[in-house]
């Protein structure tokens, strides 16, 4: 089985064919972009096959997942856990979203599957979304979904609050770069104001506080506009994918190791 230790990437839109970091680490690459059916929206024959190509792979170790048109294969990552584990999401939007009409796994209702059907999560972190969003998350879950919103996370506040010590269970991090402030890393959703060096002190914080056992990231921007200003939205993409990679890579390994 390959994961814990390593890093995957999962190449769909072929945003990450203009990224040089990205693709010095081409080897680590599993191509998705002849697949039907996953642009925000998963079909069940689409599901299948990715559960198919990931099932070599462990939950561990860190996933880039494209944009956030493809946040919900964080659910295929995390079907792999099969003990206890908190989720730590660090995202714009809430991505609990009732399905509509179609029942097909989305990027903004996956989280919501994941609690209904993920039978080892146990609590659900949302940090950087607006507050308003507590009262959009369905009465069921509001026990197990905490929230520390955009006011607090912009300024590195809350972190107290976060993997209390009556209940530091090992953590998953699934990170959407729209948390972050456009000018860092521009993507195609409407984005937060928290900065870089803001979101790796929130990493390193749940790196020294519990057990951290795997970690994805998304949030490329789409390809749109013209050909100078995506590539300064890839550069700027490719620079912090590799930060956040060497960040987790030690914070993962120091845990776990």
Sequence with gaps: MKGKGSLTVLNFSGIYEREPWMCSR??????????????????????????????DYTGGGIHFLDSGNYHYVTKFWLEKIRSPFDLAVFDRHSDLQPPGLLPLTSCGGWLLEVLEEQKYLQDVWLIGPPEEVYQKIPEAYRDRVKIIGEQEAVLGQGMERLLPPENRRPVYLSIDKDVLREEDAPTNWDQGNMTLETLIRWLRHIGSTVPVIGADICGESAENGSFP???ETCRKNDKVNQILADCLDKIIFCVTA
């Design 26 to 55: 081409k080897d680590c690459w599993i191509s998705f972009t002849a697949l039907e059916g996953t642009d925000g929206y998963c079909t069940e024959e689409a599901a299948s096959e990715i559960r198919r190509v990931l099932s």
């Design 229 to 231: 200003e995506l590539a």
